[in-house]
């Protein structure tokens, strides 16, 4: 079955077959490829490929670049129903969302192929006569992608269709829990790449390994910017690697999202958005709500209403019309009994949260959702557990639950559900919630890829995808030029 859609998609048996790598799909536990993983010394061959492609490609006209990566977007869209396919046979993700997931992708595309025509600088009043300033971006050079299993695809996409047009090739190093995928769309784009004489060979590269992979790439002085999508305990890692020699970073780490949820509400929205982001993606989204902060009026009704809803969830494999599918593998399962024992020891009072399926598929982790009453916002609460865990906090006035929101160490998306629009633009002002992301009545995952995305604090400060994030795969320069016959020194300052 998988190999069919590898082939279909142009990945070659010996690409899948031949590595000493085991990859097993969630859905089942059964072993759908093996692959090479690199050792960290073949990583610089990598790096001096695409420096090289970098030579030529940062000469290609932008415009000229967007249009490979239309033609590439095109390819996505011919095959989107295989590789969305192909997603949830490797993340365990239920066939809408993987699909969705190309999805993304495809608009990625679509955006940075307008962005190709739009590379815009400014120009800047001089205070010397006779004088322009202006504002120039230059492709920066080599762009590494990191990328986690949970969205093995869109994320390297919406790093790569951005740094293509704005001049820059790519390495990518994927979660080495999703390689066939990478293989995937590597195969796909070398399908386009052939169709453009001018495009470098090496412009994307595919460099599948662990930590010592992307430690090599985080190194390399040739590579300057790192893009990389993980724990926020991976990004502490890399981030000071990075640094010290200054090259860029993106960094998109952990979240602890919430919710607040007031009394002015509606209910039936909040319900149904819960239900998506809590629940969705068996919780393995960083955009997933982890924390909700339900007024004290409404929450003995929100939670009645949340526990009928998740009795009814199908949860099941992921191409049979299941609208849950499995944890990605026994250490996510192993990590959410964790969490809820915690969570009991906290003074949690834990619904669901057991493991389901078992005799239908031994080898694979499905779980139900838990829904756990907590006391207070204690250890358990403030960490991010990648699993389908929905910790339920009461308030009781706006100001608190505010102060709830903020009060971890992860700001990536948070969401407000009101009627109230004092409380509503107070949640989006500057005392307001911290995070990258705060939405008013809808949830918290499913940004759309037109507005960066990212988080403050310990989700690391990166943006990427939508709005300006393209200003970080390139170089600023700024220019003064004097088209007069003097020489005007800024400051007023005379020097003869
Ligand atoms: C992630 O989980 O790493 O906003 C990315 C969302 C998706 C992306 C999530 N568009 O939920």
């Known amino acids: 079955m998988v190999s069919r859609v590898l082939e279909g998609l142009g990945v070659s048996s010996t690409e899948y077959q031949q590595g000493d790598h085991p990859v097993h799909s969630p859905i089942n536990g059964e072993c759908i490829g093996r692959v090479r993983l690199l050792e960290r010394d073949e990583v610089a061959a990598s790096v001096a490929r695409a420096a090289e492609a970098f030579q030529a490609w940062c000469q290609v006209p932008a415009p000229r670049r967007g249009e490979l990566v239309r033609r590439f977007g095109d390819v996505l869209r011919q095959h989107k129903a295989e590789l969305g396919e192909l997603v949830s046979w490797e993340t365990g993700k239920i066939q809408a969302e993987g699909l969705g997931e190309v999805q993304e992708m495809i608009d990625i595309c679509d955006f940075a192929v307008g962005l190709s025509r739009q590379l815009y600088g400014l120009t800047i009043a001089s205070e010397r006569p006779g004088h322009h300033m202006r504002e120039t971006w230059h492709p920066l050079g080599v762009v590494a992608v990191i990328s986690a299993f949970n969205f093995p695809v869109a994320v390297w996409a919406w790093n790569t269709a951005p740094a293509l047009v704005c001049g820059n090739p790519v390495v990518w190093k994927p979660s080495e829990k999703t390689p066939l995928t990478a293989l ?15 495009a470098p060979a090496h412009l994307s590269q595919v460099c599948l390994g662990g930590r010592a992979v992307g430690e090599a790439l985080a190194d390399d002085p040739r590579v300057a910017l790192v ?14 690697k990075v640094a010290a020699r200054f090259a860029r970073s993106i960094l998109e780490l952990g979240g602890n999202n919430a919710m607040i949820l007031t009394p002015s509400a509606d209910l039936d929205l909040a319900v149904r958005a819960i239900l998506f982001s809590a629940v969705g993606t068996a919780g393995q989204r960083c955009t997933s709500l982890r924390r909700l902060i339900v007024h004290d009026a409404v929450r ?19 191409l049979h019309g299941n609208l849950v599918g499995p944890l990605i593998d026994k250490a996510a399962y192993e990590a959410m009994q964790a969490a809820l ?9 834990v619904f669901g949260g057991e493991r389901c399926l078992a005799e239908e598929f031994p080898e694979a982790w499905y779980v139900t ?24 906090l009461g308030y009781r006035d706006f100001a608190e639950a505010v102060v709830l929101n903020n009060g971890v160490s992860q700001g990536l998306s948070s ?3 009101s009627n109230d629009v004092r409380e509503a633009e107070t949640f989006m002002s500057a005392t307001g919630s911290d995070c990258g992301i705060a ?34 795969y390139m170089r600023r320069q700024t220019n003064t030029v004097n088209y007069s ?3 005007p020194l800024a400051q007023g300052i005379v020097f003869d």
């Open 227 to 240: 893009s990389a999508t993980g724990s926020t305990r991976m990004g502490r890692e890399l981030a000071p």
């Open 415 to 417: 969401c407000l559900f």
């Open 439 to 472: 939405n008013i009545n809808i949830g918290p995952s499913g940004a759309e890829i037109g507005g960066a995305f990212g988080g403050e604090k310990d989700t690391g400060g990166g943006r990427e995808s939508g709005s300006d994030a393209w200003k970080a």
């Open 300 to 318: 003995e009704e929100v939670i009645a209403r949340l526990k009928s809803a998740y009795r009814a969830i199908r949860i099941g494999h992921p």
């Open 341 to 349: 024992r915690q969570a009991r020891d906290e003074g949690g009072v």
């Open 184 to 198: 995937a769309c590597q195969a796909l784009f070398e399908r386009v790449q052939a169709e453009f004489p001018e």
């Open 485 to 487: 016959r003097e020489l």
């Open 369 to 392: 959702p838990a829904i756990v009453e907590m006391p207070a916002q204690s250890a358990v609460v403030c960490r991010e557990t990648f699993a389908p865990i929905l910790y339920v």
